[in-house]
């Protein structure tokens, strides 16, 4: 996470997202992670918070006033139509049945209750993944996508369940000046890296900082707003 701080954007992603939120009545975060997004935007009404992890449960713990459960974002612990807003911020494609989390997101909501989900673009931060020839790995792919879940795929597999389908693209590149949060961000995301695959890794990483004064990564990352139909 840490990587995005070299966001060129002067709003961060936390802020331009709770500007577009539906944070009124009873709202549920599903996947919420480290609650980070709690901690930068004020909701105004009730607010439940769930993952599937133990671990992140407990640092949703830490966010004030709110209701935590652990649960699977395909199966909710929740009767039909008892929330006004549901939120699942960068989650979907971790997910082995998107559908049916967008099947439960309408089932929990109630009629004209909204929609919040964002998801990144097939070409999401791909110059890393163009580091992979440069240090014996073609197939480098540091994204954590657990299927074919895109700001591309998502809009249509949302119409399929909400009505009054929006996108709307948050506008931002990553500037890094130094070779090191790079290659951080990498062995977080695939492991370490051999001694040559790092030293191969730098070279390219430090030959693009010097032509271009920083090595630029672009982002695509949207939000898809719905609402929950009548019936």
Known sequence: MALHSYGTNPQSWFAWLGERLPLGGDVLEVGAGTGELWHRVSHRGRLTLTDFSPAMCERLREVPDARVLRCDATHLPFRAGVTDAVIANCMLYHLDDPDAALREFARVLRPGGRLAV??????????????????????????????????????????????????????????????????????????????????????????????????????????????????
């Open 118 to 231: 964002a998801v990144n673009g097939r070409d999401h931060m791909v110059e890393l993944d163009a580091l992979g020839p440069a240090i014996g790995r073609p197939g480098l792919a540091v994204g954590l996508h657990q299927n074919d879940v895109t700001a591309e795929t998502t809009p249509a597999r949302v119409a399929a369940h909400f009505d009054g389908v929006t996108v709307e693209r948050y506008p931002d590149e990553l500037a890094v000046p130094a070779a090191e949060p790079i290659l951080a961000y990498i062995t977080s995301m695939i492991g370490p890296l051999t001694v040559a695959e790092e030293s191969a890794a730098r070279a390219a990483i430090e030959a693009r900082i010097d032509a271009d004064g920083a090595f630029r990564v672009r982002k695509h990352t949207v939000l898809i707003s719905a609402t929950r139909g009548p019936h």
